[in-house]
């Protein structure tokens, strides 16, 4: 299963971007979806995860970002509104479920750009 991320880009302090994550491949049931992130010179951190039943959210994003998912899609999102400059980092998606097969699989997206700066 391969996750393809967009939507990143250049914003201003304040705005908003929203982040897109589509899977492809032979997807037969999803455990979770979530969005990490990482800074220059500081580890992947959590961000927020969604499965059937709950969602998760890293404190420093509470009340600011929303992630959702789109189960006939197979694809997460995850909505940034309120953007601060510390928010600055690549953002990864993740899925975890079964695939062909009904393997376990763990996916990774490529990553996209988030720059908040004036």
């Known amino acids: 299963v391969q996750l393809q991320a967009y939507g990143g880009g250049l914003v201003r302090p304040g705005g908003s971007l929203r982040l897109s994550c589509a899977a492809s491949g032979v997807v037969l049931n999803i455990n979770g979806m979530g969005w990490y992130r990482q800074a220059p010179g500081k580890q992947r951190e959590l961000v927020a995860t969604v499965t059937d039943d709950s969602t998760t959210y890293a404190d420093s994003v509470k009340g600011r970002f929303t992630i959702s998912r789109d189960n006939a899609k197979v694809t997460v999102y995850l909505q940034m509104n309120s953007l601060k400059p510390e928010d600055t980092a690549v953002y990864y998606c993740?899925?975890?479920?079964?695939?062909?097969?009904?393997?376990?699989?763990?996916?990774w997206g490529q990553g996209t750009q988030v720059t908040v700066s004036s």
């Open positions: 993740n899925a975890e479920g079964k695939g062909l097969g009904w393997k376990d699989f763990r996916s």
